[in-house]
């Protein structure tokens, strides 16, 4: 940092000088690729995040020392990422074998259960986070066993999808349920949040069925109803194959984005 990149004195949010601050809120970015610590067992989860991508959130929305949560830790990428920049972390993970690779990836707490049983009984001791920062479950993506992606991930031996506890968000067969559920999970969570504490949810709209179905967007109105929606940051996968869906019978999508939804505790 220069002499003359300092952090304003107003800021109390972060960390940032003014010329970080200002290139985190473009509304895109490209993140490529996957951990950097690739092994076996990070790259058996199917849907393990970059920890350097989460980083850059953290950074922006807490100061060092403060508290970051991820009910759907998976291998605890965000713990990495408050590991790397000096912030306290609290993961909770349903499946014990995910839960252990996060383990060994950092020292900060992970919790076995159901978020929705953990919030209730073990979570409360932890105090109040300035942000909450996940990805849960895209609904029912991982059971489309047919997806090019699906098949190479079987032939290399892979987890196609997390498993088959019937608590898994994963796991449930409508929208309208999946939504609620996850729905009153993230307006539980505005308890465990500071004021004005943020949550940030990385989600995608899905293909099923022969339609796309804007479950990122539905989240998104039924959450403004107690949260503030402060936008979207899109998250570019520029790195994926582009398949031939729908060619040459009609347009169906090579969806390789995702959206960052930040909301504020109102
Ligand atoms: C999209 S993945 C998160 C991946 C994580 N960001 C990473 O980098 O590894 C969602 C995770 O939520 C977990 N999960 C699903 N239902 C859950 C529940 N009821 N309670 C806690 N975790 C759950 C899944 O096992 C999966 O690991």
Same mark, same amino acid.
């Given at each position: 940092?220069?002499?003359?990149e300092?952090?304003?004195?107003?800021?109390?949010?972060?960390?940032l000088?003014?010329?970080e601050?200002?290139?985190?809120?473009k509304?895109?970015?490209?993140a490529?690729?996957?951990?950097?610590?690739?092994?076996?067992?990070?790259d058996?989860?199917p849907?393990?995040?970059?920890?350097?991508?989460?980083? *850059?959130f953290?950074?922006?929305f807490?100061?060092p020392? *403060?508290?970051?949560?991820?009910?759907?830790?998976?291998? @605890?990428?965000? %713990?990495v990422?408050?590991?790397?920049?000096?912030?306290?972390g609290?993961?909770?993970?349903?499946?014990?074998?995910?839960?252990?690779?996060?383990?060994k990836?950092?020292?900060l707490?992970v919790?076995?259960?159901?978020?929705?049983k953990v919030?209730?009984?073990?979570?409360?001791q932890?105090?109040k986070?300035?942000?909450?920062?996940?990805?849960?479950?895209?609904?029912?993506?991982?059971?489309k066993?047919k997806?090019y992606n699906?098949? *190479?991930?079987?032939?290399?031996?892979l987890d %196609?999808?997390?498993g088959?506890d019937p608590?898994d968000?994963?796991m449930i067969e409508?929208k *309208?349920?999946?939504?609620?559920?996850?729905g009153d999970?993230?307006?539980n969570?505005?308890?465990?949040?500071e004021?004005r @504490?943020?949550?940030?949810?990385f989600?995608q709209?899905?293909?099923?069925?022969?339609?796309?179905?804007?479950?990122?967007?539905e989240?998104t109105?039924?959450?403004?109803?107690?949260?503030k929606?402060?936008?979207?940051?899109i998250? %570019?996968q520029?790195?994926?194959?582009?398949?031939?869906?729908g060619?040459?019978y009609?347009?169906?999508?090579?969806?390789?984005?995702?959206?960052?939804?930040i909301f504020?505790?109102?």
């Amino acid at each position: 940092m220069s002499d003359k990149e300092t952090v304003d004195k107003r800021n109390k949010l972060n960390e940032l000088t003014g010329r970080e601050w200002i290139r985190f809120t473009k509304s895109w970015f490209i993140a490529d690729g996957k951990s950097t610590e690739i092994t076996h067992e990070i790259d058996s989860h199917p849907a393990s995040f970059p920890p350097t991508m989460i980083k *850059e959130f953290i950074e922006f929305f807490t100061k060092p020392g *403060e508290k970051v949560l991820d009910p759907f830790v998976g291998t @605890g990428s965000t %713990l990495v990422a408050c590991n790397e920049c000096g912030r306290e972390g609290v993961g909770i993970e349903l499946y014990e074998k995910y839960a252990q690779t996060a383990m060994k990836r950092t020292n900060l707490p992970v919790l076995i259960g159901d978020i929705r049983k953990v919030i209730k009984t073990e979570l409360p001791q932890f105090g109040k986070f300035s942000l909450c920062i996940t990805s849960p479950p895209y609904w029912r993506i991982l059971k489309k066993f047919k997806d090019y992606n699906q098949q *190479e991930r079987s032939k290399k031996g892979l987890d %196609l999808k997390y498993g088959e506890d019937p608590k898994d968000f994963g796991m449930i067969e409508t929208k *309208e349920k999946f939504l609620a559920e996850l729905g009153d999970l993230f307006i539980n969570i505005i308890d465990l949040l500071e004021e004005r @504490g943020h949550l940030v949810i990385f989600i995608q709209n899905i293909r099923d069925k022969g339609e796309t179905i804007p479950i990122a967007y539905e989240l998104t109105v039924q959450l403004r109803k107690r949260y503030k929606f402060l936008g979207e940051r899109i998250w %570019l996968q520029n790195q994926k194959i582009l398949r031939p869906y729908g060619y040459p019978y009609g347009f169906v999508p090579n969806i390789h984005h995702h959206y960052a939804l930040i909301f504020q505790k109102k």
